[in-house]
């Protein structure tokens, strides 16, 4: 895949190097442990050096890549007590994000969510389930004006992104009346800004995913 970076400017090049490698890493093409050479990628896009190491340097802080000493930048790797913490950080953050955001959430949002979640309910394709799923909880958090939380449950779901798709896969369209069920009780809670039934539902749907995960260690190259 060949794209050109045009040179309007390191800030403008550096988002699309950004959009690009995250656009990787999130479809699961650069895959944890895998490495990103700067050069590489300064050459497919057609881009200099700089606006890729910026652009390395904003999907770090996204969680999306690390740096290491010596060894340059690369997708992290976690292990499955990791991804367990990190899970039982989502089950704390969001739904405090939610609570923020329910008030705030126009009917247009609520039908704008609805839309998203019929879309997840006729789906069979892998990509675009993973794409929806995210959509529609982050856009449950889209009334929360606390740009500290944000970046954070932001960051925390893309560093368990191949977590997820490899919990996702291994469930199958046999598991997705799991995922609806849960996201109809989820939306319907939030249509009624009903804070204590919308965090009871969403933290019990982060914390199966967060148990399923950890009965199948092979999904991080680990044995029991």
Not at 45 to 61: D, H
């Amino acid at each position: 895949m060949s794209t050109t970076i045009s040179t309007d400017g390191v800030g403008a090049a550096s988002a699309r190097v950004a959009a690009y490698l995250r656009d990787l890493i999130l479809r699961d093409e650069l895959k944890p442990g895998d490495r990103i050479r700067q050069e590489d990628i300064a050459d497919r896009l057609g881009a200099s050096r700089l606006p890729v190491r910026e652009a390395l340097r904003m999907l770090e802080a996204e969680g999306l890549t690390e740096h290491r000493t010596n060894k340059g930048a690369r997708v992290p790797r976690l292990s499955m007590h990791e991804v367990d913490v990190v899970y039982r950080m989502r089950e704390r953050l969001e739904p405090l994000a939610l609570t923020e955001s329910l008030p705030l959430l126009s009917g247009d949002d609520h039908a704008r969510l609805e839309g998203v979640q019929q879309q997840i309910e006729a789906n069979t394709d892998l990509d675009r389930f993973l794409e929806l799923d995210r959509e529609f909880h982050l856009g449950t958090y889209s009334g929360c004006h606390i740009d500290s939380l944000n970046a954070m449950v932001t960051r925390l779901w893309n560093s368990t992104q191949h977590y997820r798709r490899a919990f996702v896969a291994m469930g199958g369209q046999a598991r997705m009346w799991v995922v609806n069920a849960e996201h109809r009780l989820l939306l319907d809670a939030v249509v009624r800004r009903d804070p204590a039934d919308a965090e009871r539902f969403l933290e019990g749907h982060i914390r199966r995913t967060r148990i399923e995960l950890g009965h199948h260690p092979a999904v991080f190259g680990e044995q029991r």
